[in-house]
């Protein structure tokens, strides 16, 4: 990071309506989400919708998520909102579930990358619904971190990654999830999941059972995490199905991250569960990084549940692609 766009070091706060005020004029503000930290602008103004590109270097064709604090307010952004996708609010809002709906002709191309659908999200976070009602805008937000890198679950992630790029930090607690949402397209005949997340297609398919996923090129581009590079940290990624697969002699400079015991590891984290292993995974990617780690062995796991979601970030951070 060479340089600082703002020219000045980031606001670190817990106060809501600065934080708020200033998006209002314009701002960039990362506040806290259940999923991961997002970095937050005025979903209706273009220019700081395209600051938020700048600011993490993501390119253009990477549609944003805006998030609302009331699930009326989805009918403010798309329009042609099918039946089944009410119902999906209905079970699912507030939570980590993004919809993909027709958009309404206000909603700007720099928010959409230029698509004929927005993202909407209502989170389950107290403070991110507080923060966004105390706006009164409708926020537009990725995950709070330069393009490519390990989504951040702290502030102080957010931190590292922005300072100087960003005009506040508005603090909060790791976020109790540690992946990003689930996005399902809700703009043809059926449900279809563009990313995997903390919902899975079983809970989708219990309230909508026609629900399933897509693997249509044209179709995944409509959600931000299927097309670029993502979630990489400094160290490279292995996966290994378990840590008896680790090679000998390279326990002293990795790490390991899994489900399993039995590795040997200078840095070590044996998760009790996949959602426990998911919730700690891209902090981990991070300490890691900031102990000098060379290699992180992760354990894979069958993809059902959020281990469809946990496999797909780890596949992502594990390719050069």
Same mark, same amino acid.
């Given at each position: 990071?060479?340089?600082?766009?703002?020219?000045?070091?980031?606001?670190?706060?817990?106060?809501?309506?600065?934080?708020?005020?200033?998006? +209002?004029?314009?701002?960039?503000?990362?506040?806290?989400?259940?999923?991961?930290?997002?970095?937050?602008?005025?979903?209706?103004?273009?220019?700081?919708?395209?600051?938020?590109?700048?600011?993490?270097?993501r390119p253009s064709?990477?549609?944003?998520?805006?998030?609302?604090?009331?699930?009326?307010?989805?009918?403010?952004?798309?329009?042609?909102?099918?039946?089944?996708?009410?119902?999906?609010?209905?079970?699912?809002?507030?939570?980590?579930?993004?919809?993909?709906?027709?958009?309404?002709?206000?909603?700007?191309? !720099?928010?959409?990358?230029?698509?004929?659908?927005?993202?909407? *999200?209502?989170?389950?976070? /107290?403070?991110?619904?507080?923060?966004?009602?105390?706006?009164? +805008?409708?926020?537009?937000a990725p995950s709070?971190? *330069?393009?490519?890198?390990?989504?951040?679950?702290?502030? /102080?992630?957010?931190?590292?990654?922005?300072?100087?790029?960003?005009?506040?930090?508005?603090?909060?607690?790791?976020? +109790?999830?540690?992946?990003?949402?689930t996005v399902v397209?809700?703009?043809?005949?059926?449900?279809?999941?563009?990313?995997?997340?903390?919902?899975?297609?079983?809970?989708?398919?219990?309230?909508?059972?026609?629900?399933?996923?897509?693997? /249509?090129?044209?179709?995944?581009?409509?959600?931000?995490?299927?097309?670029?590079?993502?979630?990489?940290?400094?160290?490279?990624?292995?996966?290994?199905?378990?840590?008896?697969?680790?090679?000998?002699?390279?326990?002293?400079? !990795?790490?390991?991250?899994?489900?399993?015991?039995?590795?040997?590891?200078?840095?070590?984290?044996?998760?009790?569960?996949?959602?426990?292993?998911?919730?700690?995974?891209?902090?981990?990617?991070?300490?890691?990084?900031?102990?000098?780690?060379?290699?992180?062995?992760?354990?894979?796991?069958?993809?059902?549940?959020?281990?469809?979601?946990?496999?797909?970030?780890?596949? +992502?951070?594990?390719?050069?692609?």
């Amino acid at each position: 990071m060479s340089q600082h766009p703002i020219g000045r070091q980031t606001v670190v706060t817990d106060n809501i309506a600065f934080a708020a005020a200033e998006l +209002r004029l314009g701002k960039l503000i990362a506040f806290p989400t259940e999923t991961v930290f997002g970095l937050g602008a005025d979903a209706l103004n273009p220019t700081a919708v395209q600051s938020i590109f700048s600011a993490k270097g993501r390119p253009s064709n990477n549609p944003l998520i805006v998030h609302i604090s009331s699930v009326e307010h989805i009918d403010d952004l798309a329009k042609n909102i099918p039946a089944y996708a009410r119902e999906l609010c209905a079970a699912f809002f507030p939570g980590p579930l993004t919809l993909v709906l027709p958009k309404r002709d206000h909603i700007p191309d !720099a928010t959409t990358a230029g698509l004929d659908t927005v993202a909407v *999200r209502m989170p389950d976070h /107290e403070i991110a619904r507080s923060f966004i009602a105390e706006s009164n +805008r409708f926020i537009a937000a990725p995950s709070a971190n *330069r393009s490519g890198r390990p989504s951040p679950t702290t502030w /102080e992630a957010v931190f590292s990654d922005l300072n100087g790029f960003i005009d506040i930090i508005l603090k909060g607690d790791q976020s +109790r999830v540690g992946l990003e949402s689930t996005v399902v397209d809700c703009s043809a005949s059926h449900p279809v999941v563009l990313r995997p997340g903390s919902i899975s297609l079983e809970d989708l398919q219990l309230v909508v059972p026609s629900s399933a996923y897509s693997t /249509e090129a044209a179709l995944l581009a409509r959600s931000p995490g299927t097309r670029h590079k993502h979630y990489q940290p400094e160290a490279q990624v292995r996966l290994v199905g378990h840590p008896s697969e680790i090679p000998i002699g390279e326990s002293e400079t !990795a790490a390991f991250i899994g489900i399993s015991a039995g590795a040997t590891t200078e840095l070590t984290l044996v998760a009790g569960s996949v959602s426990e292993y998911a919730h700690h995974l891209f902090s981990f990617f991070r300490t890691c990084e900031n102990r000098g780690v060379k290699t992180i062995y992760c354990e894979t796991i069958p993809k059902n549940g959020i281990g469809w979601a946990l496999m797909d970030r780890l596949e +992502r951070a594990a390719s050069d692609t």
